[in-house]
């Protein structure tokens, strides 16, 4: 079954407290990218990657780290989490550019306290 | 960078009515549509898309339409169902910001009611 899947899927940490949301896909997807969701603002894009080891920051990269060093996995890494990271977080990879066929993980829920 | 608006942030209607919602992107540059629907607790997927070369395109009850002149988009549902029900966004990507970032509009919380 093509999927995304994401890990943990809730999290409760406190500030300054490094943490890594793991994002893996078996569709052999070039493309992926992270997500954050907050109410009022729809989605925003933090990080993509169009292939392994090749990662631009989206608009609002601030405070998060990504790594691709194989195609299946895109770990977002929060070296120092603050409560304004506080999100529902969301992983997605797609067939090509732009964005095509667009498959999204199922969600982590961070909460930073 | 591209922005998106989405207007209405909410939208009733009765089961059977259309629905229409409406984004406008800045960037004249962009070149691909997505729209997603997002029900409640569940990941956005992927409903209906359009390409800067087309105008209109329609999937049974779900049809996008693109004005390049105006810079909008829109999503109409007919005969609408109360399982419509969701969050819907719609998206643009341009590869002026970037390679190909996609940036979304804000939701409209759409409610069919029986």
Redesign the interface.
Known sequence: EAQVTQNPRYLITVTGKKLTVTCSQNMNHEYM?W?RQDP??????IY?S?NVEVT????VPEGYKVSRKEKRNFPLILESPSPNQTSLY?CASSLS???????????TRLTVT | GENVEQHPSTLSVQEGDSAVIKCTYSDSASNYFPWYKQELGKRPQLIIDIRSNVGEKKDQRIAVTLNKTAKHFSLHITETQPEDSAVYFCAASSPNTGFQKLVFGTGTRLLVSP
């Not at chain 1, 009022?40 to 894009?45: F, T």
């Not at chain 1, 550019?97 to 969600?107: D, L």
């Open positions: 990218s997500y009022g603002l729809g989605l925003r894009q993509y169009m631009d920051k989206g608009d969301f550019t732009p964005w095509r066929e667009q498959y999204f993980g199922p969600g």
